[in-house]
């Protein structure tokens, strides 16, 4: 069987590589592929992430969702709402919250351990050697983490003792430094010999809940308990020639999308205004706690009438097809002693808590904006997904609209990207012209317009990776 592989992560390739001569098939890739991202892209993510997933099954020929994304524990602690605020020059500017107090339920492990029983192949302990061996002889960081490190690893990551120590070396030396995580190597050696449903119960959770009760974060093993996927809230789109699948909801990625897509297609005379309008809209509409799947459904119905995170998408020749979006937040600077686990900080990403920092949040599915997707073209089915927090939507709308003009994928993800933000500012690559005056003119192939990940079958297998983030990819 042929697999490929897309990624935003360059160790990803290794860990596919790495188990090439067993015949793996797409499920494989992603899982080896996703926990190598989750403990080597520091910063960037974490293995306390959480995802969506998008995938084309090719035994029964159905798209299908899960969303395994973050959930606030139902109860926030008496006197642990301690504000530690952090700011620094990433992204220009950017205040988040650090601490154990940031922490949210992940649900990436129980994304894996659906995949696993359902549709891989190989046993977890062999997918997870090459993670193992990656932690316990140590890495150098890769580009996308030293671009981020610049700014928050004083700020955000060394102010924790168990962090400091780890990030010792790459303080000392960014760009040449070695990460050794031991205990992680532990951690998931002991995953590999269970399963990944180990997360939630047994020793590791009780030693994850206990570094947050220690340190003043709110998670308990109830809320562990209680964690669920939602499974197939997905929507179905058609636009040109393409067939679109991807999340109904709560994620409000997906409708943003097709919102931008409505936009691009209807040849609007003034589109920076309709773009603003539209960021408008979601702000004004779609950041809200409560049942906001319905409102999205609702969203998505009238138009089919009328960045931190990560990207891996696979593909393999039995025609299964796995698109994946994970992150962790900013981080928490927070690294559990002895699982070597290093927090999320999803309670305290400000532009996701409408309410504000632990605010009405409590056990609420939070604020995405990943859309990983399916979509049928005329000659087979890709995967596509692309990280870059609000610029997920105007990445992957541009990518998309510029294939049903040149049905070329790398043509489409290398062309220039702007991004139009709610104030009317706007960023574009060299080559985008006649927009508006208020425009910044970045490095070609910036890494704030995300990273575009695309892999499939057509008359042959293929991958496409994004030369703004990583550039990753790989066919056995």
Known sequence: MKVSLASTSEYTVKAAESIADLNPNAADVLIASVITAMVTELGVCSPTSA????????????????????????????????????????????????????????????????????????????????????????????????????????????????????????????????????????????????????????????????????????????????????????????????????????????????????????????????????YIYRKDNLEFFGNRKDKISNDIKKITSSPSTVQVSTSDTDNNHFSITFSSGYGSGVVCKNTGMYFNNSLGELELNPQGFLGETKGERLISNMSPLIIKTTDGMS??????????????????????????????????????????????????NNISDNITVTEPNDMYFGGVCVTGIGAKLYTHGDKRRGDATWIN
Request: glycine share 8%; with cysteine.
């Open 51 to 278: 995802g969506l997933l998008t995938y084309h099954d090719g035994n029964k020929n159905t798209q299908h969702t899960i969303d395994g994304y973050f959930v606030s524990p139902a109860n926030f602690v008496n006197g642990s709402t301690e504000k530690q605020k952090i700011s620094m020059t990433y992204g220009g500017y950017v205040e988040t919250y650090a601490g154990a107090n940031t922490f949210a339920i992940p649900g990436i492990y129980k994304i894996l351990d659906f995949l696993h029983n359902n549709y891989s192949s190989l046993p977890i302990k062999i997918l997870l050697e090459y993670p193992i061996k990656v932690t316990k002889d140590g890495f150098k960081l890769t580009q996308p983490t030293k671009d981020y490190f610049e700014h928050s690893l004083v700020p955000l990551y060394m102010w924790h003792e168990e962090s400091s120590n780890l990030l010792k070396p790459i303080k000392e030396d960014l760009h040449n430094g070695k990460v050794i995580l031991e205990k992680l190597s532990n951690t998931l050696e002991y995953l590999g010999n269970n399963d990944f449903n180990c997360f939630y119960s047994g020793d590791i959770a009780n030693e994850i809940l206990k570094t947050i009760k220690d340190e003043g974060g709110h998670a308990t093993s109830s809320d562990f308990d209680n964690y669920k996927l939602i499974n197939d809230s997905k929507f179905e789109y058609s636009y040109k020639d393409l067939n679109i699948t991807g999340h109904n909801g709560p994620s409000i990625g997906g409708l943003m999308v097709l919102r931008y897509l409505d936009i691009f297609n209807n040849n609007h005379e003034d589109i920076t205004k309709e773009l603003i309008d539209t």
């Open 383 to 432: 995967t596509i997904g692309s990280p870059g927090a609000d610029r997920i939507s105007s990445s992957l709308a541009q990518v998309i609209n510029n294939f049903t003009i040149n049905h070329d994928w790398k043509k489409s993800i290398d062309k220039p990207r702007y991004h139009v933000n709610m104030d009317g500012s706007i960023r574009a690559e060299p080559g985008i």
